[in-house]
């Protein structure tokens, strides 16, 4: 059976390098908005240069992506948006369509520690930049998941391996 691996939490808590390390452990496809935004509108385009209908066909169109893998029998991680309950419910719809089965991660980063990696980022460029503000505002709007969610939680701190050992080995 397929499985959708929901992560979530705050931007720069680790949920793409932790969704990295299980791909990596597994062999699972991911899913990034980013990337999607980058395969329909290019490398060089900026988020304020998007308008709301672009931010519509990115998800719609990585919607469509994970649905597909889905389909085809295959493990998929998003770890790349879920930060509002409505977002993982809807990823969870798509799931339940095809019958397959949800994981929610909730990946618990301080929000310091988070927004001093931002500060690293500035200086690395390793991964999409994101202003004070923008940081600001995603803190405010992200819901972590509730109890109905049964999330699985990566606590800051946590060591890669372990967890997924403890927490998706015996699940993969």
């Not at 339940?96 to 500035?122: C, G, M, S």
């Not at 701190?157 to 997924?164: A, E, L, N, R």
């Amino acid at each position: 059976m397929s499985k959708l691996f929901i992560i979530c939490g705050i931007s720069f808590a680790g949920k793409s390098t932790l969704a990295n390390a299980i791909a990596a452990r597994f062999g699972y496809a991911e899913v990034d908005v980013d990337e999607t935004k980058t395969h329909l509108f290019g490398p060089d385009i900026q988020d304020q240069d998007l308008s709301h209908p672009d931010w519509v066909r990115i998800y719609a169109e990585t919607d469509t992506l994970i649905e597909r893998y889905l389909r085809s029998g295959q493990t998929v991680i998003d770890a790349s948006r879920n930060f509002r309950k409505a977002e993982r419910m809807s990823a969870r719809a798509i799931a339940d369509k095809v019958k397959a089965e949800v994981v929610t991660i909730f990946v618990d980063t301080p929000a310091a520690i988070a927004h001093q990696r931002l500060l690293e980022n500035r200086v690395t460029k390793m991964r999409v930049n994101l202003t004070d503000e923008a940081f600001e505002e995603l803190l405010q709007v992200t819901e972590p998941p509730t109890a109905d969610e049964n999330p699985l939680v990566f606590r800051y701190g946590d060591q890669f391996d372990t967890w997924i050992s403890q927490n998706i080995g015996g699940n993969s």
